[in-house]
């Protein structure tokens, strides 16, 4: 268990992982929080609490997280992933300060990319479509989020959580291994299209 907005519990997490293993491969960071309340209603409602709650948990964690991988990486580098979704580009009803929360998440995704990129470490995020998992069953207006975009995007379909993974293994392994500092879209192609 790890709180990771607390930078030495993140500290003992890499340490008991160094004593373990004494160097990784990849990290993957799919860590988000928003209150209940900062979701839904008018976005400038959204309190200091609530802000600092969102851009705290969903991305100043990255920060810490690939700081503290980054001495445990090999001489060979590795990788590093997040989630994150369209919000962070367009406003989606419902997802309010997450969408500000994801736009400064894939900021930190170019600045760690550059940071790392001379021990080959390489720092990108899928932004995927949505999936109905715990945490989007919150999202107020989620059920219209997928339908509009099953009937909006080329492949006419929603992705699913396999095609996610399958990014992820792709973006974790060496076949990526030029690619960094990218938001890569899994969202059949919803990202693409105008109306």
């Given at each position: 268990?790890?709180?990771?907005?607390?930078?030495?519990?993140?500290?003992?997490?890499?340490?008991?992982?160094?004593?373990?293993?004494?160097?990784?491969?990849?990290?993957?960071?799919?860590?988000?929080?928003?209150?209940?309340?900062?979701?839904?209603?008018?976005?400038?409602?959204?309190?200091?609490?609530?802000f600092r709650?969102?851009?705290?948990?969903?991305?100043?964690?990255l920060m810490?997280?690939?700081?503290?991988?980054?001495?445990?990486?090999?001489?060979?580098?590795?990788?590093?992933?997040?989630?994150?979704?369209?919000?962070?580009?367009?406003?989606?009803?419902?997802?309010?300060?997450?969408?500000?929360?994801?736009?400064?998440?894939?900021?930190?995704?170019?600045?760690?990319?550059?940071?790392?990129?001379?021990?080959?470490?390489?720092?990108?995020?899928?932004?995927?479509?949505?999936?109905?998992?715990?945490?989007?069953?919150?999202?107020?207006?989620?059920?219209?989020?997928?339908?509009?975009?099953?009937?909006?995007?080329?492949?006419?379909?929603?992705?699913?959580?396999?095609?996610?993974?399958?990014?992820?293994?792709?973006?974790?392994?060496?076949?990526?291994?030029?690619?960094?500092?990218?938001?890569?879209?899994?969202?059949?192609g919803y990202?693409?299209?105008?109306?």
């Amino acid at each position: 268990q790890c709180d990771a907005t607390q930078d030495d519990q993140v500290e003992a997490v890499y340490d008991h992982i160094k004593n373990e293993w004494s160097e990784i491969d990849f990290v993957v960071h799919c860590i988000a929080y928003a209150e209940r309340d900062d979701l839904g209603g008018d976005f400038s409602s959204t309190n200091i609490q609530g802000f600092r709650t969102a851009l705290e948990t969903s991305a100043y964690t990255l920060m810490p997280v690939v700081g503290k991988a980054s001495t445990l990486f090999g001489e060979s580098g590795g990788s590093v992933i997040t989630l994150t979704f369209d919000a962070s580009q367009r406003v989606y009803p419902g997802y309010n300060i997450m969408g500000t929360a994801k736009a400064a998440l894939e900021n930190e995704v170019r600045q760690l990319a550059v940071e790392f990129g001379n021990r080959n470490i390489r720092v990108n995020a899928i932004s995927a479509g949505p999936l109905p998992t715990l945490a989007a069953r919150s999202i107020p207006g989620f059920r219209d989020m997928t339908r509009a975009h099953r009937e909006r995007s080329p492949l006419q379909r929603n992705i699913n959580h396999q095609e996610v993974a399958d990014t992820a293994l792709f973006l974790l392994s060496p076949m990526s291994s030029g690619i960094t500092g990218a938001v890569l879209p899994v969202d059949a192609g919803y990202g693409i299209v105008a109306l």
